[in-house]
């Protein structure tokens, strides 16, 4: 008898209606004869709620009273569902992440898994009951409730998949696969079979918001095969799994939630560039991209940043380093992901063409065996991503 993992994201939870398909969806699983474990995320729009009515309390909360508030999230959809599957005549059981052994370190909204204790998990199985988790949360050392980030359910799940030696991590969304393209802004965008664990990290850590990026990297560690679907219809998904030995364009991801940062002062030491490094990356956890130090008798430090790590910046930048100036600029970020496509020039040529004829200024040309990566000046609009898709993906 196989185990499978069933991950449902917060679009396919959202209501009651929505948790009835959800239902049906596992109970398919459940009566194939495979022991079922399904990882759930928040209803809807609930963790954005929570976090809005946290900030009209406090304009930076209490990283851990934070957790607690948003682990909260997912104990009603698994309670929700199980409510339901026994109504359905389902023996199922809720878990809660901790409930589930699940223990990470102690890195307040941004916690790591460590380790998880499946005993819990098995013994319910072993009694064939349906195992309902609350994705995103799991406990630290100290015994306090920790989440995992935005997208953590995910991690949760393929992080389940492998400690238990699943067959299968199914990824179960609003969308029935990962696309060439963000298909809300190009309409031609195709929906891909297969990609490997490479492209598909590529894909999520340049803000394709298909699937959190740790979840691709224990997928990978693993070999546990995630097939992204749509809860509402029954197409065939996308499957990552092992590396795919061709030299094309997978996907091309635009990221207009980009900040371009640069900080200067009059003067400079060497140790001032260490100190804003380690203070930025090392004490607050913010993912810098593009660093550059172009210091002399003056710092003059530029990097990217995600829009959404803004306010901690800000907050960093005000403690540490108040006598720093300054700037932030919203620009477009644009990769072209495929593994091997370093090798493959006429990629290259074709991307620098669709650049060059619409005299785009490019700040930052990064390319490696799987990705280019293209920083530019000023926001673009979606035309441009729909010109290098016709021109890169056939």
Known sequence: MDTVVLKFGGSSVADNIKLNIV?????????????VIVVVSAQGKTTDGLIKEAKELSAIPDSREM???????????????????????????????????????????????????????QKELDER??????????????????????????????????????????IFSDVDGVYTTDPNKVTIAKKLNSLSY??????????????????????????????????????????????????????????DNIILVQITSN???????????????????????????????NLNVTFTIKLDQL??????????????????????????IGHGILKNHDILNKTLSVLQANNLEVTSFDVTGSKIAINFAEPLENNILEQLHNCLIS
């Open 267 to 297: 003067s400079y030491r060497t140790k001032d560039f260490y100190d804003l490094y380690s203070k930025l990356v090392t004490e607050k956890n913010l993912s810098i991209m593009d660093l550059s130090n172009s210091s002399n008798h």
């Open 23 to 35: 239902a049906d969806k596992i109970l398919e699983f459940y009566n194939q004869n495979n022991n």
């Open 67 to 121: 957790d607690v508030l948003l682990s909260t999230g997912e104990q009603v959809t698994i309670s929700k569902l199980c409510i339901l599957l026994k109504r359905l005549g389902y023996d199922a059981i809720s878990l809660t992440g901790w409930q589930a052994g699940i223990f990470t370190d102690s890195n307040s909204q941004e916690a790591k898994i460590e380790c998880i204790h499946t005993e819990r998990i």
């Open 311 to 336: 306010t901690l910046l800000q907050n960093a930048l005000d403690t540490y380093f108040p006598t720093y100036q300054v700037s932030y600029k919203n620009i477009t970020r644009i990769s072209i």
């Open 198 to 255: 490479e492209e598909m990290l590529d894909i999520s850590n340049e803000g394709a918001k298909v699937l959190h990026n740790r979840c691709v990297e224990i997928g990978e560690r693993f070999h546990i095969p995630i097939v992204t679907k749509s809860t509402f219809n029954n197409l065939p998904g996308s499957t990552i799994c092992d590396k795919i030995e061709d030299t094309e364009v997978k996907s091309i991801v635009k990221n």
């Open 129 to 170: 009951k349906i195992v309902v988790i609350a994705g995103f949360q799991g406990i630290d050392e100290n015994g306090d409730i920790t989440t995992l980030g935005r997208g953590g359910s995910d991690t949760t799940a393929v992080a389940i998949a492998a400690a238990i030696k699943a067959a299968h991590c199914y």
